[in-house]
């Protein structure tokens, strides 16, 4: 069965500090994987994908994240993190040949000044 | 360019009521989503509607029923409203159903049932 992990609930960064949110996948075929925030009572905002090639993947707001096959990993980073990066990250999977995105429990992202 | 627009954004329905919730998919989009969000968790994916077609459902019953419009919109209908179906429902919209095009998602219904 497909599933998304994000083994952290909470990720506690200082300001000015580069931050990691962990994501790993479980799926067969190839991956499609996604990275989308959300800020309190908001929807979802979209943030970045990988569909094949670099496995270095800019986004959004200063994000990128590496896709790792090996290690079935699609981490989220940002070299220095800001206040109003604070927010609840979630990584999403979807197999090629599938409609349905699955999605990891979320990652509460706090920044502190 | 307006983005994935929904509506109500708030509402209190009784339990056993049924209840619609509209979404407008994002200019150009022509495949909508339906996604259920409990306080706490990540989404779960409802169905998608594809050319005025359900095309995948998720793991919810048949209480959950939807629609898409010759204008690509799109409405949730929820029967015999349970507690539990209380939630943030989120519309989300893409161009095509290809599985690498990016998904784009409105601001939610939030519904609760008392």
């Known amino acids: 069965a497909q599933s998304v992990a994000q083994p952290e609930d909470q990720v506690n960064v200082a300001e000015g500090n580069p931050l990691t949110v962990k994501c790993t996948y479980s799926?067969?075929?190839?991956?499609?994987l996604f990275w989308y925030v959300q800020y309190p009572n908001r929807g979802l905002q979209f943030l970045l994908k990988?569909?094949?090639?670099d496995n270095l993947v800019k986004g959004s707001y200063g994000f990128e994240a590496e896709f790792n096959k090996s290690q079935t990993s699609f981490h989220l980073k940002k070299p220095s993190a800001l206040v109003s990066d604070s927010a609840l990250y979630f990584c999403?999977?979807?197999?090629?040949?599938?409609?349905?995105?699955?999605w990891g429990a979320g990652t509460k992202l706090i920044i502190k000044p | 360019d307006a983005g994935v627009t929904q509506s109500p954004t708030h509402l209190i329905k009784t339990r056993g009521q049924q209840v619609t919730l509209r979404c407008s998919p994002k200019s150009g989009h022509d495949t909508v989503s339906w996604y259920q969000q409990a306080l706490g968790q990540g989404p779960q994916f409802i169905f998608q509607y594809y050319e005025e077609e359900e095309r995948q459902r998720g793991n919810f019953p048949d209480r959950f029923s939807g629609h898409q419009f010759p204008n690509y919109s799109s409405e949730l209908n929820v029967n015999a409203l349970l507690l539990g179906d209380s939630a943030l429902y989120l519309c989300a919209s893409s161009w095509g159903t290809g599985a690498g095009n990016t998904i784009y998602f409105g601001e939610g219904s939030w519904l609760t049932v008392v």
């Open positions: 799926v067969s075929g190839n991956p499609y």
């Open positions: 999403a999977v979807i197999r090629n040949s599938n409609y349905q995105l699955i």
């Open positions: 990988y569909i094949t090639g």
